[in-house]
């Protein structure tokens, strides 16, 4: 009895133990798998990011590419407007010599009105200069502008794609963590189910010992109930009936 007895309490002890034993398991089973989620939505997360990082970018390495055709475009124009200045001025001064050496006055108002068209052609020329270099300067802010920007969406993409290595690694962690504490958090489950069931055992013999130990309890007879006899009634006897005489 007594051995049951220290029996029971060891189980009972082992089963606590056990039990104590699941739930941590339980606990860092849950603890993985819930790193497994966030590791898992982080890096969808970035992938959403860079995936959205990287259209921005080919947006603005388009508009790069134009303003930068647009500039040299410009540039080709404001070279050949000056070019041609440059020409116009030569006219100009050649024009200028043929007025002042004229032989004649016609001679002279000929080469005064080639100079008044030399001279029309000159402020047209400074003029279209003067916007093109104003255009030019503004797409030359435009590009520097996307370069800046293009510059700035490729290094947070480089820093979001280096964040991928280490966040696969925690999945990949999480995982082989997840697989290691669910085998030890359903080897647990049958070791608490067998100390539950070896305690139940122990304690079903403990109960039969116990009662086995208690003395039959004795039946008290309750003594017969003395019947009272009544006295038996004496029967009164009448007279005799005297016969009349005739």
Excluded: C, H, W
Aim: avoid cysteine; charged fraction near 45%; aromatic fraction near 2%.
């Amino acid at each position: 009895m007594a051995t049951l007895t220290r029996l029971t309490e060891k189980l009972v002890e082992k089963k606590q133990e056990v039990s104590k034993l699941r739930r941590k398991s339980q606990r860092e089973l849950e603890k993985a798998k819930s790193l497994g989620r966030k590791s898992s939505s982080g890096l969808a997360v970035i992938e959403k990011r860079i995936g959205s990082a990287r259209e921005q970018l080919s947006g603005v390495s388009e508009d790069l590419t134009r303003g930068l055709a647009q500039q040299e475009s410009i540039q080709r124009l404001l070279t050949a407007a000056e070019e041609r200045l440059g020409r116009e001025k030569q006219a100009k001064e050649q024009t200028d010599q043929e007025i002042e050496f004229a032989e004649s006055p016609m001679e002279k108002e000929n080469a005064e009105a080639r100079l008044k068209s030399i001279m029309n052609r000159i402020e047209e020329i400074i003029f279209e200069i003067k916007q093109r270099k104003k255009m030019i300067l503004k797409v030359m802010d435009a590009v520097e502008d996307y370069k800046k920007s293009k510059s700035k969406i490729s290094t947070k993409i480089q820093i979001q794609v280096q964040e991928k290595p280490e966040l696969k690694k925690l999945i990949k962690k999480s995982q082989t963590a997840a697989k290691r504490f669910t085998k030890q958090f359903l080897t647990k489950i049958k070791q608490e189910e067998s100390a539950k069931l070896n305690l139940k055992k122990i304690q079903t013999r403990l109960e039969e010992l116990k009662a086995k130990r208690k003395p039959a309890r004795k039946v008290k007879r309750r003594p017969a109930r003395k019947v009272k006899r009544r006295p038996a009634r004496k029967a009164k006897r009448r007279p005799a009936r005297k016969a009349k005489r005739k």
